[in-house]
């Protein structure tokens, strides 16, 4: 079955500091989709990535599919409390959709 | 923007009763699926949904679950005789094509079972 690998599984940051989340799919995807989530509640699209060396960019949410659209990563600049939660990649194999494990960012002040 | 809505947003019910979730997804959409998610785990695929017929389906997707089309519009899960570990968010998504148009996921419907 289809595995999307995301990492680091946790991340904790002061506040101002830039992070990456990446996420590595075994097959090239048709879409990359980038969802953060608040513990317990609905998934809030951030970005979809469909053509390889894409980047796209959202207020200071930065995501980028590689050449061979096997991997990308989700960059925040100057991280804020708001930040905070859990981010999901999603993976469109042409056949299915699928999640990745998730990475809960938490954001100290 | 397009919108997938999924009702009823929380559900609360006794342990062996039957559970509906409705989805209405987006209307020119041809494929549907339903998504759960126990709580602080991961999204996990159940069922996907293809010219009234299931196209495929996970190993949680078991003979307690059943999903239909019934008028055109909904998109509905039925648990038949819910257990506590049945507790979770459904998410409901649809999808116009495979490969590469976007997937609409629904806000989810939270269901407990006590």
């Known amino acids: 079955s289809q595995e999307l690998e995301q990492s680091p599984q946790s991340l904790i940051v002061q506040e101002g500091k830039n992070l990456t989340i990446n996420c590595t799919s075994s097959?090239?995807?048709?879409?990359l989709y980038w969802y953060k989530q608040k513990y317990g509640e609905g998934l809030i699209f951030l970005m979809m990535l469909q053509k390889g060396g894409e980047e796209k960019s959202h207020e200071k949410i930065t995501a980028k599919l590689d050449e061979k659209k096997q991997q990308s990563s989700l960059h925040i600049t100057a991280s804020q409390p708001s930040h905070a939660g859990i981010y999901l990649c999603g993976a469109d194999t042409g056949n299915q959709f699928y999640f990745g494990t998730g990475t809960s960012l938490t954001v100290i002040p | 923007e397009p919108e997938v809505t999924q009702t009823p947003s929380h559900q609360v019910t006794q342990m062996g009763q039957e559970v509906i979730l409705r989805c209405v997804p987006i209307s020119n959409h041809l494929y549907f699926y339903w998504y759960r998610q126990i709580l602080g785990q991961k999204v996990e695929f159940l069922v996907s949904?293809?010219?009234?017929?299931?196209?495929?389906k996970s190993e949680i997707f078991d003979d307690q679950f059943s999903v239909e089309r019934p008028d055109g519009s909904n998109f509905t899960l039925k648990i038949r005789s819910t257990k506590l570990e049945d507790s979770a968010m459904y998410f409901c998504a649809s999808h116009r094509t495979v490969s590469g148009n976007t997937i609409y996921f629904g806000e989810g419907s939270w269901l407990t079972v006590v």
């Open positions: 949904f293809y010219n009234n017929e299931i196209s495929e």
């Open positions: 097959k090239t995807l048709y879409g």
